[in-house]
T-cell receptor, first 114, second 111 residues
Framework: DAMVIQNPRYQVTQFGKPVTLSCSQT?????MYWYQQKSSQAPKLLFH???????NEADTPDNFQSRRPNTSFCFLDIRSPGLGDAAMYLC?????????????FGSGTRLTVV | KQEVTQIPAALSVPEGENLVLNCSFT??????LQWFRQDPGKGLTSLLL?????REQTSGRLNASLDKSSGRSTLYIAASQPGDSATYLC??????????FGKGTMLLVSP
């Protein structure tokens, strides 16, 4: 089945130690997104790639970076995780235009910062 | 700025009951509306997608309606089951990069 896969499902990192979360997709969608979701809150868009074009949300901290080496993979890098970065990180994909198929999400990576 | 509100924030019902979850949005210029399910500690599973030109979509025991002019959508769950217990999120899309979520309705169906 075509899908969005996130690894790992759970990630524990030390305060200030760089961490990378990964996302892959078999849908061949041209847009990939990273969302941050904290407890009992709505998912918040951090940034997205439209093909190779990177689009950062205005309020995304500089501590968060992303890479998309090819259509299938996208990575979220947190350069110096703080306790406030503990959250669920969701990867999503869509095709442009998204109006017909909507968005497909992965199972998420739960990040714990110790 | 688009705002999405979901009511109620939490709902507890006995098994077998029919129920309605509500979603409202402030800007009616949307491409589509999507209902998602999220189990605790998990990602989002798409339940139904309604395009802006459509009025409703059905999948099994789920029926979602859209009234774009009034900025409202409802998710109807028939004959609820304990396995339906989850948080249900409504999201509206305007443009490919602007998906705005509500905070969700936490549903508990008791046996």
């Amino acid at each position: 089945d075509a899908m969005v896969i996130q690894n790992p499902r759970y990630q524990v990192t030390q305060f200030g130690k760089p961490v990378t979360l990964s996302c892959s997709q078999t849908l061949n969608h041209n847009v990939m997104y990273w969302y941050q979701q904290k407890s009992s809150q709505a998912p918040k868009l951090l940034f997205h790639y439209y093909d190779k074009d990177f689009n950062n949300e205005a309020d995304t901290p500089d501590n968060f970076q992303s890479r998309r080496p090819n259509t299938s993979f996208c990575f979220l890098d947190i350069r110096s995780p703080g306790l406030g970065d503990a959250a669920m990180y969701l990867c999503a994909t869509s095709r442009v235009p998204a109006r017909v198929e909507g968005y497909t999400f992965g199972s998420g990576t739960r990040l714990t910062v110790v | 700025k688009q705002e999405v509100t979901q009511i109620p924030a939490a709902l507890s019902v006995p098994e077998g009951e029919n129920l309605v979850l509500n979603c409202s949005f402030t800007d009616s210029a949307i491409y589509n509306l999507q209902w998602f399910r999220q189990d605790p500690g998990k990602g989002l599973t798409s339940l139904l997608l309604i395009q802006s030109s459509q009025r409703e979509q059905t999948s099994g025991r789920l029926n979602a309606s859209l009234d774009k002019s009034s900025g409202r959508s409802t998710l109807y769950i028939a004959a609820s089951q304990p396995g339906d217990s989850a948080t249900y999120l409504c999201a509206v899309a305007r443009g490919y990069s602007t998906l705005t979520f509500g905070k969700g309705t936490m549903l508990l169906v008791s046996p």
